[in-house]
């Protein structure tokens, strides 16, 4: 198990480059699925989670090389419609190849899927989906087997939900289903706009994207195409807090601010100038931060969960009292204990947390809960007196490419402690 150590107390400050969009590449991978020939995919970030989703494809006989930041997936000789039961429970976003191997074997065998455990993530609203486009699905011994007797047949769909996985999983299957589909109070997120981007360079015929409703005319098959993931809009958001909570000056490239757009005001209202350029961010913090009054996650164009966390570490330095309401997941405020342990003053009930920020934080040793919690964590390690040691680094790995490398190159004092043979220890250069 390794850990990540922190000596706190330095300013960050440099340019830094974003990786590309886990939540985007993960669904784009899956839809590479559905093309009979060869896709690749640009500006892929080296996650475990893209890596499980590359093992996920081999699975199904997809032949995939990865070369630098690009993917190659050819899908040609692909006959699978079963994922092993341990590449589901690696992540949740393996439950988003149900839809495309639907859409390309009329088929598919799943199990329940992993991921962070910031809620009972149900897939109801998922299944609902492929229901309401002709699958039936039976549960056996623990998997559902999905069968298409008469064809996936375009329907309309609406979502109790925006739900961003099942807006996924309705999309892929529909795209090459007979007839027309409508999907009503679907997810909005750029990750949607961009599978759609991705699906309609493929010849799939999809409107509406990043409204909430996108309507789809289902086509006989997909071909190949090239296509580049957008940047990683909550990566970004972690460096530009990790910036504000150290006093820093950093620059954020290769970024789409649009993006950030919920985002961005409030770093403002914590007293932090942002300076925005077409694409890039960049962030000069003030001696001390202000309170947020209040931050209320939404879904997108809303404040988006994943980010949340970052900006409660931000508050518990700032000056006065702030209030953070976690409206999408109902258990996702695990960090909050941690960064009590470094001096942090929280009260934390069930969905809402009432932050009163102290002068500073103090490093010790934590426990990263998930992956937005573990990168909040690391950067309550960066602005903390003293050193931290946040372990279970394998969760914050699914999420943030090079992580303790790219905080370096902004001036922090980070490195990675693996342990090799249960004994020693050593520091990653
Ligand atoms: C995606 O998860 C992201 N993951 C999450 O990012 C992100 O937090 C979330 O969307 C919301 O933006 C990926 O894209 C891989 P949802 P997803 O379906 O699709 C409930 C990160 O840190 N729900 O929009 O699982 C669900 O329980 C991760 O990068 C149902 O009830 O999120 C939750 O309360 C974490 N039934 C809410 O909807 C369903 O069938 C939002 O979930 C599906 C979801």
Not at 239 to 254: K, P, Q, R
């Amino acid at each position: 198990m390794s850990a990540f150590v922190i000596n706190g107390g330095r300013r960050l400050n440099g340019n830094l480059r974003v990786q590309g969009s886990k939540n985007s590449v993960l669904p784009i991978l899956a839809a590479t699925l559905l093309i009979n020939g060869k896709c690749v995919i640009h500006n892929c970030p080296a996650l475990s989670d893209t890596e499980c989703t590359v093992k996920i494809l081999k699975s199904l006989g997809c032949k995939v090389q990865r070369d630098g930041t690009s993917i190659c997936v050819d899908s040609t000789s692909a006959t699978g419609f079963e994922i092993p039961g341990s590449l589901m429970r690696e992540m949740r976003s393996s439950v988003v190849f149900l839809g495309a191997i639907l859409g390309r074997m009329g088929k598919a065998t799943i199990s329940a899927p992993g991921g962070c455990e910031i809620g009972l993530r149900p897939i109801d609203l998922h299944l609902y989906a492929v229901k309401r486009l002709g699958v039936d699905i039976e549960e056996s011994y623990g998997k559902l087997v999905c069968t298409v007797p008469n064809g996936l047949k375009g329907t309309k769909i609406t979502f109790s939900f925006p739900s961003v996985g099942a807006t996924e999983n309705a999309l892929l299957a529909c795209v090459t289903a007979k007839g027309n589909t409508t999907i009503v109070n679907c997810a909005r997120e750029p990750e949607i706009i961009d599978l759609c981007d991705f699906l309609n360079s493929c010849g799939a015929k999809i409107t509406g994207a990043g409204e909430s409703i996108i309507s789809v005319e289902g086509v006989k098959e997909l071909h190949g195409c090239e296509h580049s993931v957008i940047c990683d809009r909550i990566a970004a958001t972690t460096y530009l807090v990790a910036g504000a909570v150290t006093g820093g000056d950093v620059e954020i490239h290769n970024t789409v601010p649009i993006h950030l757009n919920s985002i961005l005001p409030l770093l403002e209202e914590s007293g932090c100038d942002v300076r925005v350029r077409c694409k890039s961010i960049r962030l000069k913090a003030p001696g001390r931060l202000k309170r947020i009054d209040k931050i209320i996650t939404q879904p997108y164009p809303g404040f988006p969960t994943d980010a949340q966390a970052p900006f409660t570490t931000l508050t518990s330095i700032a000056s006065g009292t702030s209030v953070i309401v976690e409206n999408i997941f109902e258990s996702r405020l695990k960090h909050v204990p941690e960064l009590v342990r470094m001096g942090a003053k929280i009260r934390a009930e069930g969905r809402v947390a009432v932050v009163e920020g102290v002068e500073r934080l103090y490093g010790a040793e934590v426990i990263s809960p998930d992956l937005r919690g573990g990168a909040a964590l690391v950067v309550a390690g960066l602005c903390a007196s003293g050193t931290t040691v946040v372990k279970n680094t394998n969760f914050i790995d699914r999420g943030y490419e090079d992580f303790e490398n790219n905080l370096c190159m902004l001036n922090a004092d980070i490195y990675r402690k693996v342990k090799t043979d249960g004994t020693k220890e050593k520091k990653k250069l």
